[in-house]
């Protein structure tokens, strides 16, 4: 039986933030579907946001829609696994470059190394952002897949 790719971010999903600038761009809006709400981080770099899933999943695609002016121009994936040795421990998974606009752009993932056992957590790490000051604010996150 083929699996269907579907939505990885549920109302099980948890979402963590590094930071946010306050109450009215808060994680929440990262997910919620309305193109006028975001989530904007406090500045300084690294930010992050981590996903973690009620169950093993395997990702395929991530999208994200930014505020030009105030992208993740460099952003590092970590994985959370269930298996040994690395159970536990968040562990290097990819590297994406989004550009500096205001569209959504998505980003195909090679999940070949954990398509057997899946993941159970992923974080997004800005490591470097367009907006000097280091802020991030990202509209809309997607990420689709398989879940085990």
Known sequence: MTEVERSLIDAETKIKVSTTLDKSVG????????????WTSQQG????????????VVPSHLSMTFQGGF???KCRLE????RAPHKGEW??????????VNRKQTFG?????????G?????????????????????DL????IVL
């Open 27 to 38: 994680k929440k809006h990262l997910t919620d579907g309305d193109p006028g709400t975001c």
């Open 45 to 56: 770099i690294p930010q992050y946001i981590q996903l973690q899933f009620p169950a093993p």
């Open 71 to 73: 992208v993740g121009t």
């Open 79 to 82: 994985v959370l696994t269930q």
């Open 91 to 100: 562990q290097l998974f990819a590297h994406v470059f989004p550009e500096d």
């Open 109 to 117: 993932l090679d999940s070949s190394e954990v398509e057997s056992t």
């Open 119 to 139: 993941l159970v957590g992923l974080k997004l790490v800005f490591e470097e952002s367009s907006d000097f000051f280091g802020r991030i604010t990202v509209y």
């Open 142 to 145: 997607q990420l689709s897949g």
